[in-house]
């Protein structure tokens, strides 16, 4: 069935890098995706969203990208600091059908910020 | 800000008892989902709800049953809980009818022994 993944499930960075989470999907209808941020024992927090009409969006010190051809989507942190230390979801949705029917989530990638 | 308040936050049952988490929401939006969370799978819709009475399946239902009998309360019942069914679950608003955007409680740990 339509899925949305990630390719790869932990990711580590030094402290004040930049940092890049990839997040495929498949589903041709989507148009609108959402990255979410965990932090553990909480629920997931909105972080940036995009629809399908743009292919950039930028954010306080977050950017999304998505690839519309190649069905990619990814999420740009700069100068990463130990507080993003979590794990980030992407999700996508078809909200111009309806979209009562809420998100479709990736497994997560953690992100890890090395001192 | 929304406001969403899961109970209870923590049980712990045994296989075969049933069991209903609460989500309530105090600002009348539309509509609420249950999702599961477990280790490799991300979260996972169980239902959704569009409005008083009205309901729906997501990927994962089986096992599940909703209610909302009134806008600000959204239940999940597991009528037998099996072990399978151990997993934080978490209740969700949308925001907007113009967005995606899922607002989250905290969530719910509930453990099957």
């Known amino acids: 069935g339509e899925s949305v993944g990630l390719h790869l499930p932990t990711l580590s960075v030094q402290e004040g890098d930049n940092s890049i989470i990839n997040c495929a999907y498949s589903?041709?209808?989507?148009?609108?995706f959402i990255w979410y941020k965990q932090e553990s024992g909480k629920g997931p927090q909105f972080i940036i969203d995009?629809?399908?009409n743009m292919d950039k969006r930028q954010g306080q010190r977050v950017t999304v990208l998505l690839n519309k051809t190649v069905k990619h989507l990814s999420l740009q942190i700069a100068a990463t600091q130990p507080g993003d230390s979590a794990v980030y979801f992407c999700?996508?949705?078809?909200?111009w059908g309806g979209g009562a029917d809420g998100l479709t989530f990736g497994k997560g990638t953690h992100l890890i910020i090395q001192p | 800000d929304a406001g969403i308040t899961q109970s209870p936050r923590h049980k712990v049952t045994e296989t075969g008892t049933p069991v209903t988490l609460r989500c309530h929401q105090t600002?009348?939006?539309?509509?609420m989902y249950w999702y599961r969370q477990d280790p490799g799978h991300g979260l996972r819709l169980i239902h959704y709800s569009y409005g008083v009475k009205d309901t729906d399946k997501g990927e994962v239902s089986d096992g599940y049953s909703v209610s909302r009998s009134k806008t600000e309360d959204f239940l999940l019942t597991l009528e037998s809980a099996t072990s399978s069914q151990t997993s934080v679950y978490f209740c969700a608003i949308r925001l907007a009818a113009n967005t995606g955007e899922l607002f989250f409680g905290e969530g719910s740990r509930l453990t099957v022994l």
């Open positions: 600002e009348n939006h539309r509509y």
């Open positions: 999700a996508e949705s078809s909200i």
């Open positions: 589903n041709s209808a989507s148009d609108y």
């Open positions: 995009i629809r399908s």
